[in-house]
């Protein structure tokens, strides 16, 4: 299976998660997560994500929602898993608006954990250098469960000679840094 996928309600192909998840189950894989950008859903859509995707869990199959946190310029994105009720703006906001970058990274890690959320980094230092993974604690490293060390970089309109980009460095690094996640591809 896949846990970084797009959609329709955000920047993905024309379906939406219920084709995708059919798609995936067709393919014969075992579990499919939509992971649309929190910035690009609205509330109907990310309401209709939950709903597809539990209509399409079976046995046999496993379909997730889940949605992809733009965090803090320069910072990355965090897929978040578990958490129902989104924060649908560009960037993470805590209730604190005079937080400075670095410690609204720390914030959104904490809210993840205190929600009962997983996450895992996409893409690590496409779109920001995730501060190097320098923000490790034990209930952080309990809500953050990967890294993505592959990925096609095929968003629509993407142009194909991006190829597969490896992000196993990032990878090891967070592991370097204390963090048990996962490999992802």
């Known amino acids: 299976g896949d846990v970084h996928n797009h959609t ?10 219920a084709d995708a ?11 499919l997560a939509t992971s649309d950008h929190n910035f690009m859903l609205t509330r109907q859509e990310w309401e209709a994500s939950l709903l597809q995707a539990a209509a ?4 046999d199959f496993a379909a997730l929602a889940a949605s992809e946190y733009w965090i803090a310029s320069g910072y990355g994105e ?12 560009a960037n993470y906001r805590s209730p604190r608006a005079s937080l400075s970058r670095h410690e609204v ?8 954990a205190a929600a009962g959320g997983i996450g895992v980094w996409p893409h690590p230092g496409v779109y920001g250098d995730l501060d190097d993974f320098d923000h490790w604690s ?4 309990e809500a953050m469960a990967g890294v993505e060390i592959h990925n096609y970089g095929s ?4 142009p194909a000679a991006w190829g597969v980009h490896d992000y196993e460095p990032a990878y090891q690094l967070a592991l370097s840094r204390g963090w048990h996640v996962m490999p992802l591809a």
């Open 8 to 17: 329709r309600y955000s920047d993905g192909s024309a379906g939406s998660p």
């Open 21 to 31: 998840f059919a798609a995936a189950a067709a393919a014969g894989a075992d579990y």
């Open 56 to 59: 399409a869990t079976t046995n």
């Open 78 to 89: 965090i897929i978040v898993f578990n958490v129902e009720d989104i924060r649908l703006k």
């Open 105 to 112: 990274i720390g914030a959104v890690l904490d809210d993840l």
């Open 138 to 141: 034990a209930e952080r490293d």
């Open 155 to 158: 968003y629509l309109g993407a």
